[in-house]
């Protein structure tokens, strides 16, 4: 595993928790970084992205004003701030890297995957 996710938990509606995402063996700082979700049974979605040097990300929208992605002070790290939970955002989420500058909101154009850490909102 080159990507270990961790942060995950039970929370309740309403409520906060930051993923973290950090590199085992090599460095990501300079790829793009994402996140994606899977709800149970689902497929895996896009949430968010972020460039490599930090500067241009973009979220899915269901959470556009909730959830804030943001890289480390090495760019190695990124990490996903959620506030204003929902039950609808339960799921495993899994960071990505992309070796490009931006990032994207397909699944099949990232190179690495953390192996996934669980966000459990209740109601």
């Known amino acids: 595993v080159q990507l270990q996710a961790s942060g995950g938990g039970l929370v309740q509606a309403g409520g906060s928790l930051t993923l973290s995402c950090a590199p085992s063996?090599?460095?990501?700082?300079?790829?793009?970084m994402g996140w994606f979700r899977q709800a149970p049974g689902k497929e895996r979605d896009f949430v968010a992205h972020i460039s490599l040097d930090g500067v241009r990300s973009q979220y899915v929208d269901s959470v556009k004003g909730r959830f804030t992605i943001s890289r480390g002070n090495a760019k190695n790290t990124v990490y996903l701030q959620m506030s204003s939970l929902k039950p609808e955002d339960t799921a495993v989420y899994y960071c990505?890297?992309?070796?490009?500058?931006?990032?994207?909101?397909?699944?099949?154009?990232?190179?690495?995957w953390g192996q996934g850490t669980q966000v459990t909102v209740s109601s």
């Open positions: 063996g090599r460095t990501f700082a300079y790829y793009a």
């Open positions: 990505a890297a992309r070796d490009s500058y931006g990032g994207s909101d397909k699944m099949t154009d990232w190179n690495y």
